[in-house]
């Protein structure tokens, strides 16, 4: 798959992600004090030139020049972590970074779209405990909120490089004992199940709803069917579980979509659900891979799928 494709792809997907309204998120009209779509158009354009070494990268994979284990996975993300660190003062995508370039070099090594997730989660299998360790300083630049000290191998502990590497954990390993904290992990095992069914639904969305209302159905459906791991580690488990259930009422015509944002805005950005947000900014680089566009119907914008 041609180098520039992909990468246009996942950094238009990301942008949209940003731009669109959803309940609790940044978007092209609403900010958090310290988290504003700036941020958002800043860090996506910052990380162009890491994503193309990802590619070429996939690219030797591919021709066997390099091994799975010389991916350099974890090098890659926190090189892209700091490249948005650099170009602006908060965190908005280091989950989506640490989404993206194992399916980016996945699609530069694989067939198509679904055979790249299958790559992708062969990297992740593959990686070495240097990976892990690069990820835990790129998570450092990053510095997430809601993560949790005092677990096994925690990230900001003078002690887990050491514990890492006695124990020989590499991104699959550490993600098997992270899946439940952060659905990132999840993905990277389950071969990005959920942004790949998240861009199924959004492929037949857009052929009945105009864009905005298309993602905005989509996300509620996020919403209600899954927990958002960063909700709980900020809010805890049942501010988490009172976000799905409300989402399910909003479905149900109970609830206004009015009403929902101002009840995910109500407590600041501890209902900001981010990590659903992450998975919804994949599917959309997905769907921006499988050819989407816009046009203008009665006023609206359209997403519409292949050439005019």
């Known amino acids: 798959m041609e180098r520039w494709r992909i990468i246009r792809a996942f950094t238009l997907g990301p942008l949209l992600e940003a731009a669109l309204p959803k309940p609790g998120n940044v978007s092209r009209f609403r900010d958090f004090d310290d988290l504003t779509f700036y941020h958002f158009l800043f860090a996506e354009t910052s990380v162009l030139g890491v994503y193309y070494e990802a590619i070429k990268t996939a690219e030797l994979l591919r021709k066997g020049i390099l091994e799975p284990r010389e991916a350099g996975i974890g090098e890659l993300i926190k090189r892209a972590v700091q490249a948005s660190r650099e170009a602006q003062d908060a965190n908005p995508n280091f ?53 949790p000290s005092g677990v096994k191998y925690d990230v900001y502990s003078d002690d887990s490089f050491r514990e890492l590497f006695q124990d020989g954990v590499n991104l699959s390993r550490l993600a098997e004992v992270s899946c439940e904290r952060e659905m990132i992990f999840c993905e990277w095992l389950k071969e990005y199940e959920l942004s790949y069914s998240t861009f199924g639904r959004l492929y037949e969305l857009i052929k009945e709803l105009p864009l905005e209302e298309a993602v905005l159905r989509a996300f509620l459906e996020l919403l209600a069917h899954n927990l958002d791991t960063l909700i709980v580690r900020k809010a805890g488990i049942e501010e988490a579980r009172l976000v799905q259930e409300n989402a399910g009422k909003v479905l149900e015509g109970k609830m206004g979509i009015e009403e929902f944002d101002a009840f995910m805005r109500d407590k600041g950005d501890l209902r900001n659900p981010g990590s659903l947000a992450d998975i919804m900014a994949v599917s959309l680089s997905l769907l921006v891979l499988r050819g989407l566009r816009v046009e203008m119907r009665n006023g609206k914008v359209w997403g519409v799928i292949g050439r005019p």
């Open 95 to 147: 989950g989506i970074i640490a989404l993206s370039i194992p399916l980016i070099m996945g699609l530069g090594i694989g067939r198509n779209m679904l055979d790249a997730r299958e790559k992708a989660k062969l990297l992740i299998d593959e990686s070495t405990v240097r990976d892990t360790m690069e990820l835990y300083r790129a998570i450092r630049i990053a510095n997430p909120k809601g993560i």
